[in-house]
């Protein structure tokens, strides 16, 4: 199985910048996308940005110019630098990564257990 560690959570004023980070460990044979979901109280979990193998990104339209993805596939991580905070990002941010099993033919998605993240004003 995979477990995905998820960190860099925590309250910062609106303005501010936390950096995210998500590390997956196990019998892992490769890793072909990586990306961070977040889900509000009384909303549903949303794509927030997402990497693909090749190095292409896709960010949330509410998110553009203000948070970047990147990954380091040596350490199987993915990482969310987030800047300029405003209170609308009060989420739990979820790391979710593709991931190709030791002696699987198939591809499957691995979940972290989020992590909060609260914008004050």
């Known amino acids: 199985q995979v477990q995905l560690v998820e960190s860099g959570g925590g309250l910062v004023q609106a303005g501010g910048s936390l950096r995210l980070s998500c590390a997956a460990s196990?019998?892992?044979?490769?890793?072909?996308?990586m990306g961070w979901y977040r889900q509000a109280p009384g909303l549903q979990r949303e794509l927030v940005a997402a990497?693909?193998?090749?190095?292409?990104?896709n960010y949330a339209d509410s998110v553009k110019g203000r948070f970047t993805i990147s990954r380091d596939n040596a350490k199987n991580t993915v990482y969310l630098q987030m800047n300029s905070l405003k209170p609308g990002d009060t989420a739990v941010y979820y790391c979710?990564?593709?991931?190709?099993?030791?002696?699987?033919?198939?591809?499957?998605?691995?979940w972290g257990q989020g992590t909060q993240v609260t914008v004050s004003s």
């Open positions: 979710t990564q593709v991931i190709r099993l030791l002696g699987r033919t198939t591809e499957d998605v691995y």
């Open positions: 196990g019998s892992i044979f490769s890793i072909n996308a």
């Open positions: 990497i693909t193998v090749g190095g292409t990104t």
